[in-house]
Nanobody, 120 residues
Framework: QVQLVESGGGLAQAGGSLRLSCAASGIIFSLNVMAWYRQAPGKERELVAV???????SYADSVKGRFTISRDNAKSTVYLQMNRLKVEDTALYYC??????????????WGQGTQVTVSS
């Protein structure tokens, strides 16, 4: 059974920091592209940051220079370090795992989400 369990969300003040973690089980973690998405009330879910199996990262323009995604394959965990938080970062943050099998079929898993609330 695949599980992606997020933690580390909570309340922070604008300008502060939070670190999200996502512990994966039931997948070959090192083969998965891992990502963080977020969804604010009334808005569509958006990609925040992604890290390839080889460690290549990419970020949404809105978080570039403030957020850092990283992974620890030995712990099957992906992290999102969020610095200089803004009120507009308030959202439910989801962990995502993507794997493309040898038949080129994409398999996607989602976590339950962790709430991040930034106050002014």
């Amino acid at each position: 059974q695949v599980q992606l369990v997020e933690s580390g969300g909570g309340l922070a003040q604008a300008g502060g920091s939070l670190r999200l973690s996502c512990a994966a089980s039931g997948i070959i973690f090192s083969l998965n592209v891992m990502a963080w998405y977020r969804q604010a009330p009334g808005k569509e879910r958006e990609l925040v940051a992604v890290i390839s199996s080889g460690g290549i990262t990419s970020y949404a323009d809105s978080v570039k220079g403030r957020f850092t995604i990283s992974r620890d394959n030995a712990k099957s965990t992906v992290y999102l370090q969020m610095n200089r938080l803004k009120v507009e970062d308030t959202a439910l943050y989801y962990c995502n795992a993507d794997y493309t099998n040898p038949s080129n079929r994409k398999i996607t898993y989602w976590g339950q989400g962790t709430q991040v609330t930034v106050s002014s």
